[in-house]
């Protein structure tokens, strides 16, 4: 596997194959925004970000209707 700075691998129940990239630029990131059906319509869970940083960590944000409610860094 090519792994940039960072990578993402998601399973998804139902998919024969797996969602999977990187970025293209060092200086990349990503947003992940999670629907759920309710009550007839679709709704917005979650949207979770990332972004490599220069010192060579990866942070990930967790946002709850635009309010951050979770935040890591980890180092590579």
């Known amino acids: 596997m090519a792994v940039r700075n960072f990578w993402i691998k998601a399973d998804i129940d139902g998919r024969k194959t797996k969602v999977e ?3 293209r630029a060092k200086d990349g990131g990503f947003t992940l925004t999670i629907y759920i059906r309710s009550e007839g319509s679709v709704e917005k869970a979650l949207t979770i970000d990332g972004l490599a940083l220069s010192n060579g960590q990866l ?5 709850d209707d635009g309010k951050a409610i979770h ?3 980890r180092n590579r």
Do not use: A, D, I, T
């Open 59 to 63: 942070e990930v944000n967790v946002f």
């Open 21 to 23: 990239g990187g970025p």
């Open 71 to 73: 935040s890591v860094r």
